[in-house]
């Protein structure tokens, strides 16, 4: 099954403890199609500038990912420049220069309207909301945002979370959104603000997942207990590299692997949960998309392996 | 098989977003022997003052727990006096009075000396030492420790770290101990430093078990994969009340489940780490020893239940 995933196509400079890396690849959209990629077939709509070179496009349809969907326009894409000297567990905004991405207009080609899992990665909601509704058809619907949106157009982004099956965010998003000071309240108000789900990525603490009665009814439920959250561990990185994009490569796992199943039990949104924690804890160990590329299947099935042992008492 | 526990038995006055209590029974020794006379026979080795009352040892013989090894002197209780207003995730100390606590000599009664396995609760480490060696046929020796202890007796602790199957401490004490900034590096790191295995609180984030050959060999293995690293989640709590001997009530339901299967295998050790969290988060959901007071067996085992099913795919 495709996945359509709209969201930033970028440059990222970077420092860390580990060294610096000037304009390697980068963007939401990138380290989700990378993840997303190991599991299914995925298709990207994104905006780029000239800087944008056939060696970066190579990047992502090496892995079969279908780029047709990246509009080249006259300009520079979109560079981010952060820093994680002071934090390894939060980056520090340098310097933001949208350039084509001030104006992206997501266009999707006619051939990704069959995409049955869209994933509306961290862009403005009133583009997100445009770009599901030019999908009336996709039968899952996922999608993350940030403090920016959160703060400064939350109506805006109060219309997405309608329209979502799974929400993607992190624990200091949900406290945010939910104006709770525990994560547990937090979670459960977010679930009646719209989404049916809620996937809270706690960095190195792993994943929990929500689920509201209306995820269940959509969910093919097998004969189970119901279960109202949902708890994956991170693999333990000894050698943090560089932390930018894991929560991408997390959610480009995590649905990825969903849209592979074919169809959504509960048992596989809660594989799909240690599949992300895999794809994120592989993405954090090189810069920028350096270790996903040079990541094999066999690789992540081992890593799933391991978090499986890692957590289960018999696993 | 009975556990010998050496720590403190005090009065907490404290004050949390939920509300204020004066002189409620507390200490290390005082939360472990609760939560683990759920699974075992506990005994108490500590030194209160003549503010402790027979309503007080009420509410550990109540639950079975064995009182001789408390010691009653002239003078006052220790008694601590702590904040979590500005933070639930940390205490702030306003006042300690150690009283009775700062001449504490650990005195075993005969009848502990068969005590087949041993915690050292947060005190001085010489004290740790000296009952570790009044205790030589322990066969499972476990412990905590405190940054105050890490940061100005450090060569005292290295001593009590050299006799420790289990060392449990919490995310930050694994920093400070190791002098990393990575918490995996720094577990590592601190088994080199004596311990056979350690126990890692992560408070809501549950908490991580690390190690070392040297623990492998101790326990009695099944025919299953070598494990370095094991995770167990916490239960999701929505309003925790006072987080005050959390760490020590995961301790006591921790050690006092491995104390009950007679036996150590990898399996009874990672059960143990579940029935250590449930311990715990029942443990904050009211102030002091109270909820601890209330729970019967039932409770635990069914918490215990919805802890797999939070975190096993086929739990």
Redesign the interface.
């Known amino acids: 099954m495709s996945i359509l995933v709209v969201g930033s196509v970028a440059f990222d400079s970077l420092e860390t403890?580990s060294g610096k890396r000037e304009r390697v690849l980068g963007g939401a959209a990138t380290h989700f199609a990378l993840a997303a990629s190991f599991f299914t077939d995925v298709r990207v709509v994104g905006v780029v500038g000239e800087d944008f070179l056939p060696e970066h496009e190579a990047v992502l349809t090496s892995k079969g990912v279908d780029t047709t969907g990246i509009e080249h326009v006259k300009g520079k894409s979109f560079h981010w420049t952060g820093s994680y000297m002071k934090d390894?567990a939060e980056a520090e905004t340098l310097a933001t220069f949208l350039n084509v991405f001030a104006d992206f207009e997501p266009k999707i080609p006619e051939s990704y309207l069959d995409s049955e899992y869209l994933f509306l990665a961290n862009i403005d909601p009133v583009l997100q909301l445009k770009v599901r509704q030019a999908m009336p058809n996709a039968k899952l619907v996922a999608g993350d945002t940030m403090n920016y949106w959160i703060a400064a157009h939350r109506e805006n982004l109060l219309k997405v979370m309608q329209e979502l099956d799974v929400l993607i965010i992190n624990g200091k998003e949900v406290l945010m959104l939910s104006e709770e000071?525990?994560?547990?309240?937090g979670a459960?108000k977010i679930l009646e603000m719209g989404p049916k789900s809620l996937v809270v990525k706690?960095a190195?603490?792993?994943v929990?997942g929500f689920f509201s009665d209306r995820m269940t009814e959509k969910m093919e439920l097998c004969d189970e207990?119901e279960?109202q959250?949902?708890?994956?561990?991170a693999t333990?990185?000894?050698?943090?590299v560089d932390p930018t994009g894991a929560g991408d490569s997390f959610a480009g796992g995590f649905y990825g692997y969903i849209a592979s199943q074919g169809k959504l039990t509960p048992?596989v949104y809660?594989?799909a949960m240690?599949y992300g924690s895999v794809m994120g804890s592989l993405a954090v160990q090189k810069f920028g998309t350096e270790q996903l590329q040079a990541t094999t299947k066999a690789d992540v099935e081992q890593r799933f392996k391991e978090l499986?042992?890692?957590?289960?008492?018999?696993?």
């Open positions: 403890p390894l000071t525990n994560w547990v309240r459960k706690y190195e603490h792993g929990a207990p279960r959250i949902f708890r994956a561990p333990p990185v000894e050698n943090v048992e809660r594989t240690f499986i042992e890692l957590s289960h008492i018999r696993g």
